[in-house]
């Protein structure tokens, strides 16, 4: 994610005076939970793993490139295996679970000019929240499916295209043609 993305979420969230009211909503834990490792998570060795190394021992010297007959690493063993498709299965699970507007965005003119920086928190059911940002400042953003709020700056009602979104973004009385579009 952008640095000043993240930043300007940051700020937004320091100038407000008052939650914002979609905050209020009491903790629920996620459909998707993290990957949480068992109590007895790698306490026993697979058969075999209990006399190798598990780790090289420390650099006296540089070591050339040529010196690496086979591999620069041994291989991972079944706990650290494990533990790694654990997370990428919770990531992938996350990420199945996850609404169409979840993540980074920009709103750009029919010319493909960047008009705003969208960062947004799409659980798949419910209300969608994130942040905006600009040259010009900084809001709130919320989804109710069909229109995308930029608080202080304007309303985009949303249509889907494919896998793309287009709209018309009603900003200082004006209303014109816009996409979002994931930034590079």
């Known amino acids: 994610m952008p640095e000043f993305l993240v930043l300007a979420f ?21 459909t998707v939970r993290p990957f949480e490792p068992g109590p007895g998570f790698g306490r026993e060795r697979a058969q075999g793993d209990a006399d190798a ?26 706990v650290e295996a494990a533990y790694e498709q654990g997370v990428a299965s919770a990531e992938i699970r996350a990420d199945q679970a996850a609404g169409p507007l979840d993540g980074a965005w920009r709103i750009v003119d029919a010319a493909g000019r960047p008009l705003y920086d969208l960062v947004l928190a799409d659980p798949g059911v419910g209300p969608v929240e994130g942040g905006w940002s600009s040259g010009s400042g900084a809001g709130a953003a919320t989804s109710d499916g069909t229109t995308l709020t930029l608080e202080g700056a304007g309303a985009l009602t949303l249509e889907r295209s494919g896998s793309r979104w287009r709209g018309m973004l009603t900003a200082d009385g004006e209303a014109r043609s816009v996409s979002l579009i994931r930034p590079d």
């Open 53 to 78: 190394d598990l780790y090289r021992r420390p650099l006296e010297a540089p070591v050339t490139v040529e010196a690496y007959v086979r591999s620069y690493e041994y291989t991972p063993s079944d």
């Open 10 to 30: 940051a700020g937004l969230l320091l100038q407000q005076a008052a939650p914002h009211p979609s905050t209020q909503a009491a903790y629920q834990a996620p």
